[in-house]
Structures are given as structure tokens and as C-alpha cells.
């Protein structure tokens, strides 16, 4: 029997639940992982991504030295190195004069508009603070994002415009607290497990009704009182017609519109077009399931919604997720304990990189850059002369990548992201990658991305360094580290500022922004003392349990719930909405639509999981094909398939299985072998610029074993 | 919610009504020994270490679901209550090895209980079942607390993926038809590892490097045994 030679308290790395870890080491490995049973956020719970998925951490191909590739690589002629051989072995001191030699001789030549960034969702606040830091206070730009474009920027423009907030307004584990929440566009059980927990729990042992809005059969519409099987990308006519039905029939909280919205009356006539039966037509929801849903949630004394990428992830996500927004406005389901508007927030720490101003619109603390006023904040945080910097909105990832030409962005640094998995329509995504002239990747491993490099900077596991990870329900949570950093591997923040202080001085800046941290604490300091939501959040005071923001001072406790009083822009704002069918639509030749997702044992493009035993336990991509499409098509459970959009095609096995609705097949996007984004579309939401994930036409055709890439990895499982 | 009045080991406590005896004695500072007991799960008082007497009772009582009654008098210690505690320890280590259990190698000091008291007594043996790539489950460890199939069940995971098996000596924990891990409804969350109190339940990393493995073998043996397994199911 093993006895730790110390048990580290941390926050796991995966979802934005946010759970809380003990990891208990002997010999520098992490041989057993629990998690204490008074927990808040998960209650003792974890779900085997947390309680098994660190191995990585360990794995021969995780890169530990800096590298520099040996053959120069060319703007339209690079390629991708996965070996290696490829790479030459560098120091420290090497790798970051050589990258601090690249960006300013393209930002001298250039200018600002030349250089880009995609920050990492999976990083700590501290690290992207610092890299966002890096490139609006020394070059001057603003073509700052990260993944939080491809999963919520629907929701976050939604909620900006009708709100003024962009985050979860309640906690998650107060759905035990609601009567009747709407799950819409999640599929809870596999991507947040143990909010998952509690919505069951909410259900079995609470009495709580549950609606469950989404076109695949998930394994929470078995607790579902009703479930509203939709058309991907038909979203506002299923809920207008919902917000149609509770106005018709006079359930409207009348105090709560009138004392804290506006726009009602306008609204109430676009909503007119949308009666049941419309929505019933558009959507092929029985138009009876929409009027019982529409009541069930008006109904309830705490009504709230719960959503996901099925909302956000399309070219009218913005519109699809006001549509949700609509119906608490109606209903004053928000404000309350046990109500809300809740976007589940994917990664562990995608809402403290928003919050540290990873978006190319908005400083630290959603301070828009094009507001004279911020910009004056952060130049005297930044030590920065006055108008130094630049308030001109940056671009989006998607934009950033498509814009890659002479003239336009020429270099991209890339924390811990990997577009070439996760954007959509791969094949011009390649494109936009080979085009680069200068490309550093920060990583664990070489993967897709990394790979086109000309620099590989290794970064430490979340287990090998301190900071701060902010959960989907605003809970500022400690990371500490557990492990020595293994080889030459460095935490992202001190290569971040060894590499800002090589910048600056090659920049000649007369003065410094200030790079010399000893230990992350003074970084978020440094955002606390700017940014209002974050005043009172020290390291101090979330030594033994996180604290949810906003925290206004030293002494506030933090907010579990918020709006209780009034909104940040005073009153909810109604926006009446059209229906924008998605861009493309199942015909003839493409006679289904595909939409997209994950699934439990993975985690996005799967450099972290797919480097672990749970790609054991899930080896191999599936699609999912209804059994009446299935037989039409002449498909069995477990052929191999080949599945082609308009842009690409992929070849995998099929899964025939209820759990995806006719008409409709599903592929997870983790496998690179049988890249479920090589078939997506770029079609981009015009206000939030987040991709059409969801939806777009695919054909799938029988094909023979021999074409898959890796026709042993076969997934033995047995679970829904 | 009324307040009741009680006297534990000679204290006297006043606690909500429900209260059970185990809380109660919590509260004031009286650790009651539990082996099936746990905060996370719903107690059934099955495996009766937590047995206290009530004065004028005709039985002992299983602290961890007796809920305390106003003016009852209660003893945690006394020579029937350990000897029924001795006698319950010495009876699950004479069939189940449960050195693994440091807790319960505690209580077996405590209560001075004879590790050669059933020399006769048949063994749980059973072998480790290695069938999926993320715990083994060791039997002839398990002391049949219920705590896995609870928190697998409503009292945490709502999965459903393991049950008691069999009857009497025979019983176990088991899938249904005794279907491989991967094959049953097991979602791998590792709820029931978190809650064993024996090392019935183990993290197939932790097993490997007891065993001496280091973290290198650890990833290469899982991908051999990969590799092994589709040979074998063709």
C-alpha cells in the first residue's frame, strides 16, 4: 500500500465546473486523485476525466526542451513537424531572443495590425493577464483572443447587449433550488459531469420538472418531464414561440417587465409571426410540446435555463441565445436564487481569461478598447504614455487566421490553443497556418498546431505551477503546483515576462510596463487593483474555498447569484428577433446535417487526453446515425463510414443509435485522424464572429475498414 | 424544528430532533467507530460497528441511523458495546484481508481484537479483476460496506453500473451478469474508488506503481495491453 509523500489541494484542468482535487504523490508521480467530500463546487464528486485523466503529464511525447525548427520555414511553403528530428534543441536564452528577434522585426516592418495571439483558455488568469499584456502595452494591438470565441461569443454578445454581464448569473449547484430549468444545447451529463449530478439530483430528489430542448436523445432526457427534439439551428422560432404561447396566454410577470426592462412592447410585436404552429413547421417540434414547456417554465416560482454550444455555436447564435433571454424577461426567472441565466461555460478557466481581457474588444474587466476612458485606465496601469494605446478593436480567431497575408496578420503566437483541431473548415484553416511567417507555439506537446511552428517554447501542466482558474459559475479558485516541472519545462508566466522584458528592450520603450513578478499573487493584484470585479480576490482569501465575482472589496464575500437588484446596464434590454436559417441546409446531395460536440472520456482537440490512458477507454472518433437513416442509407452499427460536406471528408465508423435524431448525425471534433472540423463550416455569426459548429449538410456513405487510419482503435463501451 | 435534550457518556447535549446518535456524539466531541458509514452516502447501518447502547434497551443500537430521542441516555464505550465491536472486526479480518484499510487495522488495535480468534473461519478469496484501463477491483478486500453501489447509485452518480450479487457468503459486488466494466453502464467517475474504505478499489496507476512500475512502464504497458486485448476479441 502506497502512503503519499504529500496530498496537493488544486482545481482540475478540464471543465468549467471547476472541481476541487487532492492529488496525492509519492515519487513525483500523481498515482491517485480525490477530492474532499466538503467541497462546494462538486461535493467530493469527479468524473473520470478528474479522477484519472492526468497521465499526460507523463507521457515520452511531451516536449520539455525548446526547440527551433532546422529547416527555415516560408510564408505559403510551411509544413508541418511533428519529429523530433525536425527541431533543434535550443536554450532558453536561444528560443526567446530568437522569438523576440522575429516579432519586432514584423512589428518594426509591419506594425501592430502584423502580430496576433491566441490565448489559452486552459491557462490561469495570471498567464493570460500577462500575454494579453504583452501584446497590447508592447505591440500595440489588439488581435488578442482565444477559444472562448468558438464555444460562447454568442452568448457573451447576447448577454453584453441585453444584460451588460456576460457570465452565469447563479451557481450551479442551485439548480436544486429551481422548480422547473431548462437544459437547451448541452449535453450536461458528458461536458459538465457534476453540474450534471446536481440537475439529477434536482430532478429525483427534489421534484424539480426539467425541459430538455436539444436534437439529440442525451441521457438527460431521461429525467426529463419533457423534451423538445429540434432541428439544429432552430432555436429562436422554438423559443419565440415558447416567449408567444406565455404573452397569448397572459403569464408574463407583468411587475418584473415593466420594473426592470425595456423594449417590451416592440418585442411583443415580433413575436406575433411566431405562433406554435410556425415554430412547429421550423423546427419539427409538435407545437403542443412548445405550449406545455412554455407554461411548465412560466409557471414555475423558480424557473432557470441552463445552456451550451447548441445555442451559441451558430451563425445566429447571438439571436439564439437572446431568445433564451427573452423568456427569463418575460417570466422574471432571473435575480433569484434558484433562477438564472446560465450559460455553462466549457473549459476550467474560459471565463477568467475573458475576465483578463483574452478578447480582441474588451481590456481586463470587459472594458471595451474603443472607450477613450479605459484605454487611460490601463496606460497608467501599464506605465504606458498617454493615447499610447491602441483603441482600435482587434480581430476574432476565426479573423485572425483568415486575415493571414502579406499586408495583413504575418506572425501568431499561440498559448496553448490548437486552431488546427478546433476551427472550423480545417482545410483553409491549413491554408491560413502555412501562410504564417512567423509562428510560436507554448504547449505540452507538438500537436497540429504546434506543428507548423518555428519555435516550440515548452510550458509546464496546470499540476506544475501556481495561479488562479475562475469556474463557469465566477468562483476564483487556487492551482498549485504538485510536481517539479519536468526537463526544461517553464510556467507559462515566466516565460512570458523573460520574453516581455526581451521585447521591451529591444522595443526601446522609455519606460516599463513591469515584468518582475516574484509569484502570481502579484499578478493578480496588479488586475484586482484596475478591474472592480476582482478587488477582493487575494490569494489570501481563497486559500481554502475560491471566491465567485464579483468581490468588491476585502471584506464583500462574494456573489453566488447575481442581477438580485438591477442589471450593469440598468434595464434587461428586449431585441426582437428574425429566424435566420443556419447558412447551410441539408439537399439533395448533402441530405443531413451534422453537428457537432464531445464526448465524456475527451477533452477538445485532444492534446491533453488523447496523451492519457482515457484514450484507451474512447480510442476511436463515431458517428452517430439514427436507425431509420441508418437503414435508408444501408449503414450498420459499427461499418465504417465516410462522411463529406462541401469542404472536406472524413472517414470513420458509424454508430447507429436513438441517441441522434433522423435527419441528423453527430461526430466529436477530438479526433485528428477523423477530424470532425474538416467538415464544418466558416459561416461566422455576424456580431460575435463564433463559427456555425452546429450545423451544416453532410452526406455519409458506406465505406470499406481499410480506409480508416487506425482500424484497431475500436471503443468497447457500454454506457449511453 | 424542536430541540431535544440528551446525555451521552455522561454529557449532556442538546441537538435538533433527527439528529442521529452518531451526529449527536460528533458534536460533542465522541468519535463513534463506522466502517459502512460514510458522510457522502446514505447510511444502512449494515456492517453495526457503530452499535452504542441506550440505557433500557433491549438491544444495541447502530448509532448511524438512530436518531436520538429526548431524555435517552447513551453509552459509546462500555464492555458490551466493544465486545460486539471486537467481535465484528475479528469476524470480517478472519475472511477478508483488509490490510490495505488503515482505519480498520486502527480499530482492530483499539478494540484489541484477536486476529486468530476464527483460525478455522473460510477465506473471501477472490482474484483481481483487471477489465477496463482505469481501476481493478481486488473482492477479497471488500468488506461489503454498500458504499460503491450507493454513490454509483442516487447518492451521487445516479449510473446504476454495480449491485450486490449472490447471497450469504457468496455475496459481491458485481455488474450485472457479471459484464466487463467498459461493457456495463460504468461511466468511470471514480465515485466508488473515492468512497472505499479498503483497497478494494484502486486506480490501476496506483496498483502498476505499488507494484514497482515506474510512470514510463505505466504508459507503455497500457498501450501493449491494448494491443493485447483486440488480438484477443479479433
Given at each position: 500500500m502506497l502512503k503519499a509523500d504529500r496530498v496537493i489541494s488544486t482545481t482540475c484542468p478540464y471543465c468549467g465546473v471547476g472541481c476541487n482535487l487532492e492529488l496525492h504523490i509519492k515519487d513525483d508521480y500523481i498515482y491517485r486523485v480525490t477530492s474532499p467530500f466538503d467541497s462546494v463546487v462538486n461535493q467530493g464528486n469527479l468524473c473520470v476525466k478528474g479522477r484519472y485523466g492526468y497521465d499526460f503529464i507523463y507521457h515520452k511525447s511531451r516536449v520539455t526542451t525548446p526547440l527551433i525548427r532546422k529547416m527555415p520555414q516560408q510564408p505559403g511553403e510551411r509544413t508541418q513537424a511533428f519529429d523530433l528530428s525536425e527541431w533543434q534543441e535550443v536554450s532558453w536564452d536561444q528560443a526567446l531572443d530568437y522569438v523576440a528577434d522575429r516579432l519586432v522585426e514584423i512589428y518594426r516592418r509591419d506594425g501592430p495590425h502584423a502580430l496576433a495571439t491566441f490565448l489559452c483558455a486552459k491557462a490561469t488568469n495570471e498567464d493570460n493577464y500577462l500575454l494579453q499584456k504583452v501584446f497590447r502595452a508592447l505591440f500595440r494591438t489588439n488581435n488578442v483572443d482565444h477559444c472562448t470565441r468558438l464555444c460562447h461569443a454568442g452568448s457573451v454578445v447576447a448577454l453584453q447587449q441585453a444584460i451588460g454581464s456576460a457570465a452565469m448569473s447563479n451557481t450551479a449547484s442551485e439548480v436544486i433550488k429551481s422548480d422547473c430549468f431548462i437544459v437547451t444545447g448541452s449535453n450536461t451529463p458528458e461536458n459538465h459531469p457534476i453540474i450534471a449530478l446536481q440537475m439529477k439530483a434536482a430532478v429525483e430528489k427534489y421534484g424539480a420538472k426539467l425541459i430538455?430542448?436539444?436534437?439529440?436523445?442525451?441521457?438527460?432526457?431521461?429525467?426529463?418531464?419533457?423534451?423538445?427534439?429540434?432541428?439544429?439551428?432552430?432555436?429562436?422560432?422554438?423559443?419565440?414561440?415558447?416567449?408567444?404561447?406565455?404573452?397569448?396566454?397572459?403569464?408574463?410577470?407583468?411587475?418584473?417587465?415593466?420594473?426592470r426592462t425595456e423594449g417590451y412592447e416592440e418585442f411583443v410585436r415580433s413575436v406575433e409571426k411566431f405562433t406554435p404552429e410556425y415554430a412547429e413547421m421550423v423546427s419539427g417540434v409538435d407545437r403542443n410540446l412548445i405550449i406545455e414547456a412554455a407554461r411548465m417554465y412560466a409557471k414555475a416560482e423558480r424557473g432557470a435555463i441552463y445552456w451550451g454550444m447548441g445555442i451559441s455555436q451558430l451563425s445566429h447564435g447571438t439571436a439564439s441565445a437572446l431568445s433564451l433571454v427573452?423568456?427569463?424577461?418575460?417570466?422574471?426567472?432571473?435575480?433569484?436564487?434558484?433562477?438564472g441565466l446560465n450559460p455553462l461555460r466549457g473549459q476550467n478557466n474560459v471565463q477568467g481569461a475573458s475576465d483578463m481581457g483574452a478578447m480582441p474588444y474588451h481590456y481586463p474587466g470587459y472594458m471595451l478598447v474603443d472607450d477613450p476612458i479605459n484605454a487611460t485606465k490601463w496606460e497608467t496601469a501599464w506605465n504606458i504614455e498617454a493615447g499610447g494605446l491602441n483603441q482600435t478593436r482587434g480581430l476574432t480567431t476565426t479573423e485572425i487566421l483568415s486575415n493571414v497575408r502579406p499586408g495583413g496578420v504575418r506572425s501568431l503566437y499561440i498559448m496553448g490553443e490548437n486552431p488546427m483541431m478546433s476551427e472550423p473548415n480545417l482545410n483553409l484553416t491549413r491554408h491560413h497556418m502555412q501562410n504564417l511567417e512567423f509562428l510560436v507555439a507554448q504547449d505540452l506537446f507538438i500537436n497540429e498546431s504546434g506543428a507548423f511552428a518555428d519555435v516550440f517554447l515548452p510550458a509546464v501542466s496546470w499540476a506544475e505551477k501556481e495561479g488562479t482558474f475562475t469556474n463557469t459559475d465566477r468562483r476564483v479558485q487556487r492551482v498549485r503546483q504538485a510536481l517539479a516541472p519536468r526537463g526544461q519545462a517553464r510556467p507559462d508566466w515566466q516565460i512570458i515576462c523573460d520574453l516581455a522584458k526581451r521585447i521591451e528592450a529591444r522595443l526601446g520603450r522609455p519606460n516599463s510596463a513591469y515584468w518582475d513578478y516574484d509569484y502570481p499573487s502579484e499578478i493578480l493584484r496588479e488586475v484586482g487593483d484596475v478591474i472592480p470585479e476582482y478587488h477582493g480576490v487575494t490569494y489570501a482569501r481563497i486559500e481554502e474555498v475560491g471566491l465567485q465575482t464579483p468581490v468588491a472589496d476585502e471584506e464583500h464575500p462574494g456573489t453566488p447569484y447575481l442581477f438580485s437588484e438591477s442589471f450593469p446596464r440598468g434595464r434587461g434590454k428586449f431585441h426582437p428577433l428574425e429566424y435566420v436559417p443556419s447558412v447551410e441546409l441539408p439537399d439533395d446531395e448533402f441530405p443531413f446535417i451534422l453537428t457537432t460536440g464531445r464526448v465524456l472520456e475527451h477533452w477538445h482537440g485532444g492534446s491533453m487526453t488523447r496523451h492519457s490512458k482515457l484514450d484507451e477507454l474512447y480510442p476511436e472518433a463515431r458517428v452517430e446515425v439514427n436507425p431509420v437513416d441508418a437503414s435508408l442509407m444501408g449503414i450498420e452499427n459499427g461499418q465504417t463510414v465516410r462522411v463529406s460536406s462541401r469542404r472536406g471528408s472524413i472517414v470513420l465508423r458509424a454508430t447507429v443509435t436513438e441517441k441522434t435524431t433522423a435527419g441528423v448525425v453527430f461526430i466529436p471534433f477530438h479526433f485528428s485522424e477523423a477530424a470532425a472540423n474538416l467538415l464544418t463550416i466558416d459561416a461566422l455569426d455576424p456580431q460575435a464572429k463564433i463559427p456555425e459548429f452546429k450545423a451544416c449538410a453532410v452526406n455519409v456513405k458506406p465505406a470499406s475498414i481499410e480506409e480508416l487510419v487506425n482500424p484497431e482503435a475500436q471503443v468497447l463501451r457500454g454506457r449511453y | 424544528m424542536t430541540d431535544i435534550k440528551i446525555t451521552i457518556d455522561g454529557q449532556t447535549v442538546t441537538v435538533p430532533a433527527g439528529t442521529t446518535i452518531l451526529e449527536a456524539a460528533k458534536s460533542i466531541g465522541i468519535d463513534i467507530p463506522v466502517i459502512c458509514f460514510h458522510e457522502a452516502c446514505t447510511a444502512n447501518a449494515l456492517c453495526r460497528l457503530c452499535v452504542v447502547e441506550i440505557e433500557g434497551a433491549r438491544l444495541l443500537s447502530p448509532s448511524c441511523v438512530a436518531?436520538?430521542?429526548d431524555g435517552m441516555r447513551i453509552q459509546t464505550r462500555n464492555e458490551r458495546v466493544d465486545r460486539s465491536r471486537?467481535?465484528?472486526?475479528?469476524?470480517?479480518?478472519?475472511?477478508?484481508?483488509?490490510?490495505?484499510?488503515p482505519e480498520f487495522m486502527g480499530f482492530m488495535d483499539e478494540y484489541e481484537a484477536d486476529r486468530n480468534r476464527f483460525p478455522e473461519a473460510k477465506r473471501r478469496e477472490s482474484p483481481v479483476t483487471d477489465d477496463n484501463p482505469m481501476y481493478i477491483r481486488d473482492y477479497s478486500q471488500c468488506v461489503l460496506c454498500w458504499r460503491c453501489v450507493q454513490v454509483c447509485a442516487d447518492d451521487a452518480q445516479y449510473t446504476y453500473a454495480?449491485?450486490?450479487?449472490?447471497?450469504?457468503?457468496?455475496?459481491?459486488?458485481?455488474?450485472?451478469?457479471?459484464?466487463?466494466?467498459?461493457?456495463?453502464?460504468?461511466?468511470?467517475?471514480?465515485?466508488?474508488v473515492g468512497v472505499c474504505p479498503t483497497g478494494?478499489?484502486?486506480?490501476?496507476?496506483?496498483?502498476?506503481?505499488?507494484?514497482?512500475?515506474?510512470?514510463?512502464?505505466?504508459?507503455?504497458?497500457t498501450r501493449s495491453e491494448r494491443k493485447k486485448r483486440r488480438r484477443e476479441t479479433g
Open positions: 430538455v430542448v436539444d436534437p439529440r436523445r442525451l441521457e438527460l432526457c431521461n429525467y426529463a418531464t419533457l423534451w423538445l427534439p429540434l432541428k439544429p439551428g432552430t432555436n429562436v422560432p422554438v423559443f419565440t414561440g415558447m416567449a408567444h404561447v406565455i404573452i397569448h396566454e397572459g403569464l408574463v410577470n407583468q411587475d418584473f417587465i415593466e420594473a427573452h423568456l427569463a424577461f418575460l417570466t422574471g426567472h432571473v435575480g433569484r436564487e434558484g433562477t | 436518531e436520538a430521542r471486537r467481535t465484528i472486526l475479528e469476524m470480517l479480518d478472519s475472511a477478508i484481508n483488509i490490510s490495505e484499510s454495480i449491485n450486490f450479487s449472490g447471497r450469504g457468503f457468496d455475496t459481491q459486488i458485481s455488474t450485472f451478469f457479471e459484464k466487463p466494466l467498459p461493457e456495463s453502464t460504468c461511466v468511470f467517475c471514480g465515485q466508488c478494494a478499489l484502486k486506480p490501476k496507476r496506483e496498483w502498476f506503481f505499488e507494484q514497482g512500475l515506474s510512470p514510463d512502464d505505466i504508459m507503455q504497458l
